[in-house]
């Protein structure tokens, strides 16, 4: 999945769920350590986020920047 979306210059941005990265994680870092795209968000599935984790909104507004 990673793959097809790494392999494709097209894709600057993934979106996966935050169950599915934990099942992924060291493939997940792996990518993000190398600084190059495409960037990862993980973002909470219908379930809602995991315990601990932030809202869909304020994962956003953190990765632009934008305060709470």
């Known amino acids: 999945m990673l793959a097809q979306g790494r392999a494709d210059p097209g894709v600057g941005l993934v979106l996966i769920t ?7 994680r060291g493939d997940v ?3 993000r ?14 379930e809602g986020p995991l315990p601990g984790g ?13 305060p709470k």
Do not use: K
């Open 18 to 24: 935050e169950r599915v990265a934990q099942d992924i």
């Open 29 to 31: 870092d792996a990518i």
């Open 33 to 46: 350590r190398e600084g190059r795209p495409p960037l990862i968000l993980e973002i909470p599935d219908l």
């Open 54 to 66: 932030q809202s869909l909104l304020d994962r956003l507004r953190a990765l632009m920047g934008i």
